[in-house]
């Protein structure tokens, strides 16, 4: 999985209930906008495997990642 070189990352709204895992793991690239739900504010801020950690951290596996290619790779 560590080979896969991530290409996008998505957070699904309707999944995130604002529990700031993510930011907590990597502050510089999550952030929670005024309606409690975390959006992608610099995905160039970290590596891949430390996103995929992000993500994997997520409790309701809100944060959705892609490969280069669009294929789905967590969760
Ligand atoms: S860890 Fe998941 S639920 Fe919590 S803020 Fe991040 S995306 Fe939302």
Known sequence: MQKQKIGKIFI????????????AVLP?????DNENKA?????AAADDET???AA?????KAIIVY???GNQIYP
């Open 39 to 43: 959006v992608v504010k610099n995905p």
């Open 51 to 53: 996103l995929l950690l």
């Open 12 to 23: 699904d709204r309707d999944l995130c209930i604002g529990a700031a895992s993510c930011i």
């Open 28 to 32: 510089d690239v999550f952030e929670l």
């Open 67 to 69: 490969d280069e290619e």
């Open 56 to 60: 994997q951290s997520c409790p309701t």
